[in-house]
């Protein structure tokens, strides 16, 4: 996604919104589920950074909801701070190991990504941000009935959900028991994303409802 949206620039804006699992899990995303797909994930995507994660449990992040909230502060600095910002976590999180549930690491992804540090340590503060993050999951889960995270939400109100991804099934276990079709493989993975951009640059926005990539 990052390397085709630019040339849909001016014409396609995307809006990143929280869509938290453990708000229907009624738990964090556990270690096991993550080591199980993220081998998965590495050969479907080789350009993807995965270093694996620390065997400290310090430093394991149990909760991604004050990573929601910071992105819902870094977006208050505009769209595009808050796709950077949203990069950052990602990659801090599967790439640098760091503990995107503590307050001076968000901090220094803040800073990482050119943010205006006293206005987002400000909203943050404030705590104004929060009833957002659980208004944009509980619309993503109930109202939109997600399959999952993440999912595309066209302007028509068509749900894309992880489009370069196939089916995962796990067990109890939490060891993978069924892959589903892959969907595209290398550049064609590209082209599938282009289709869909240009499938929301077509289409009107359906009436009383906006377009929530979650």
């Not at 208050?76 to 976590?89: D, H, S, T």
Request: hydrophobic letters at 40%; one cysteine or more; charged letters at 30%.
């Amino acid at each position: 996604m990052r390397q085709v949206l630019p040339e849909f620039a001016g014409r396609v804006e995307l809006r990143l919104c929280c869509l938290s699992l453990e708000l229907v899990n009624r738990r964090g995303t556990t270690r096991g589920i993550l080591d199980a797909e993220i081998p998965l994930v590495a050969r479907l995507e080789p350009r993807a950074e995965f270093a694996g994660f620390s065997e400290r449990p310090e430093d394991w992040a149990s909760t991604m909801l004050p990573a929601f909230e910071a992105l819902k502060c870094a977006e208050r600095q505009g769209a595009e701070a808050a796709l950077r910002f949203g990069w950052e976590v990602r990659y801090a999180f599967f790439a640098r190991r760091e503990n995107v549930a503590l307050r001076h690491v968000l901090q220094e992804i803040a800073r990482r990504s050119g943010l205006d540090l006293r206005a987002f340590q400000r909203d943050w503060d404030s705590g104004a941000l929060r009833p957002a993050v659980l208004q944009e999951s509980q619309r993503g889960w109930r109202q939109l009935k997600v399959p999952g995270s993440p999912t595309f939400v066209l302007p028509s109100g068509r749900l894309v959900p992880n489009p370069g991804m196939p089916e995962i099934e796990m067990d109890r276990q939490q060891r993978i028991t069924r892959i589903g079709p892959v969907p595209c493989t290398g550049d064609g993975c590209l082209d599938l994303y282009r289709s869909m951009l240009s499938e929301a640059a077509r289409e009107p926005q359906r009436a009383g409802d906006s377009p929530d990539p979650s």
